[in-house]
T-cell receptor, first 116, second 115 residues
Framework: ETGVTQTPRHLVMGMTNKKSLKCEQHLGHNAMYWYKQSAKKPLELMFVYSLEERVENNSVPSRFSPECPNSSHLFLHLHTLQPEDSALYLCASSQDLGGGANEKLFFGSGTQLSVL | AQSVTQPDIHITVSEGASLELRCNYS??????LFWYVQSPGQGLQLLLK??????LVQGIKGFEAEFKRSQSSFNLRKPSVHWSDAAEYFCAVGGRQTGANNLFFGTGTRLTVIP
C-alpha cells in the first residue's frame, strides 16, 4: 500500500463514451501526476499539479482533461478516445514539486484502460 | 538529449542466482539516478536512488546499484534472487535543478524468476 489509490482498476470504453479516472492520495503531498504507461515505451508524463494548480501539460490531446479539486484528489476525464489510448494510466504524488529530482514519487496501482 | 536505455527487455534467472540489470543514460548535467520496480498489477515503487557521494548505493529488498560516470551506467544488482523479485524494473534519470516532473524513464526490463 503506497498511500495512492486509483479507481477503477480496469475500464473498457467505446470511442464515444465519457468516463473519468480517479486518484486519491493519503500522504499529505502537494504534487500529483498523471502518467501513461504503454508496452515497450517509457513512462509518459501527461499532467502535473502542484498545490492544485496545473504546472505542466505535455502536449496531451484535448480528449484527456485533468481536474484537481484539492491536493488529495486528481481526476482524468476521458472523452472520444481512440484505440491507441489504450494503456495503463498511473497516478503518482510527491511531497513537493520544487525539491529537485530527489522528490520521491509514490505511485498508485493504475487503471488499465481499453478503448474499443 | 536526455534519455535512458535499458538494453534488456526480458531477463530470466533461476532463484538463488545473481542478477544484474543494465541501465545507460544520457544527461547533459550531473544526473540523479533511480531504480523503480513494478510488481504485477501494481504501481512503481522506488528501490534506490543516487545523488552524490558513494557510487555504490544500497536499496530496499537487498538491491544495490553502482554509478559509473565514465560508462554513463547505473546497473542494478542483487546477489541472490528470490521468486518474489519477479517484476518489471525501470531506471530513471533526473537533474539537480529539476523536479520529479522531469524524470526520464527507460522502457523497463521484465524479470522472470524460475525455481
Amino acid at each position: 500500500e503506497t498511500g495512492v489509490t486509483q479507481t477503477p482498476r480496469h475500464l473498457v470504453m467505446g470511442m464515444t463514451n465519457k468516463k473519468s479516472l480517479k486518484c486519491e492520495q493519503h500522504l499529505g503531498h502537494n504534487a500529483m501526476y498523471w502518467y501513461k504507461q504503454s508496452a515497450k515505451k517509457p513512462l509518459e508524463l501527461m499532467f502535473v499539479y502542484s498545490l492544485e494548480e496545473r504546472v505542466e501539460n505535455n502536449s496531451v490531446p484535448s480528449r484527456f482533461s485533468p481536474e484537481c479539486p484539492n491536493s488529495s484528489h486528481l481526476f482524468l476525464h476521458l472523452h472520444t478516445l481512440q484505440p491507441e489510448d489504450s494503456a495503463l494510466y498511473l497516478c503518482a504524488s510527491s511531497q513537493d514539486l520544487g525539491g529537485g529530482a530527489n522528490e520521491k514519487l509514490f505511485f498508485g496501482s493504475g487503471t488499465q484502460l481499453s478503448v474499443l | 538529449a536526455q534519455s535512458v536505455t535499458q538494453p534488456d527487455i526480458h531477463i530470466t534467472v533461476s532463484e538463488g542466482a545473481s542478477l544484474e540489470l543494465r541501465c545507460n543514460y544520457s544527461y547533459g548535467a550531473t544526473p540523479y539516478l533511480f531504480w523503480y520496480v513494478q510488481s504485477p498489477g501494481q504501481g512503481l515503487q522506488l528501490l534506490l536512488k543516487y545523488f552524490s557521494g558513494d557510487t555504490l548505493v544500497q536499496g530496499i529488498k537487498g538491491f544495490e546499484a553502482e554509478f559509473k560516470r565514465s560508462q554513463s551506467s547505473f546497473n542494478l544488482r542483487k546477489p541472490s534472487v528470490h521468486w518474489s523479485d519477479a517484476a518489471e524494473y525501470f531506471c530513471a534519470v533526473g537533474g539537480r535543478q529539476t523536479g520529479a516532473n522531469n524524470l526520464f524513464f527507460g522502457t523497463g526490463t521484465r524479470l522472470t524468476v524460475i525455481p
